[in-house]
């Protein structure tokens, strides 16, 4: 069983800044990535960036490269998504979600979600 739990969102003006940051417990050992998606009201939800839990390989939907920066700090069982020169489209709920070693998923265990607007 892996946590997950979400934090850091809230209200920007556009063109700012905001971390989010994904804290993971429970089983870590057995993490293989974890991604962060969003979800904007009316709209499937989508992928925005992924990392390698050992290793640190990145992966980034189209919209966010350049502006958004993926990172995990295994010490504290933490991924953080850095999100610069945010936009009014970036408003969405981001979820934080695990992909396990041993799993066919594609993604295993999932956070509750942090809601975050940008304003124009």
């Known amino acids: 069983q892996v946590q997950l739990v979400e934090s850091g969102g809230g209200l920007v003006q556009a063109g700012g800044s905001l971390r989010l940051s994904c804290a993971a417990s429970?089983?870590?050992?057995?993490?293989?990535?974890v991604a962060w998606f969003r979800q904007a009201p009316g709209k499937e939800r989508e992928f925005v960036a992924a990392i390698r839990w050992s290793g640190g390989n990145t992966n980034y939907e189209e919209s966010v490269k350049g502006r958004f920066t993926i990172s995990r700090d295994n010490a504290k069982n933490t991924v953080y998504l850095q999100m610069n020169s945010v936009k009014p489209e970036d408003t969405a709920v981001y979820y934080c979600a695990a992909k396990l070693f041993s799993s066919r998923a594609e993604y295993d265990y999932w956070g509750q979600g942090t809601q975050v607007t940008v304003s124009s």
């Open positions: 429970g089983h870590t050992f057995s993490i293989y990535a």
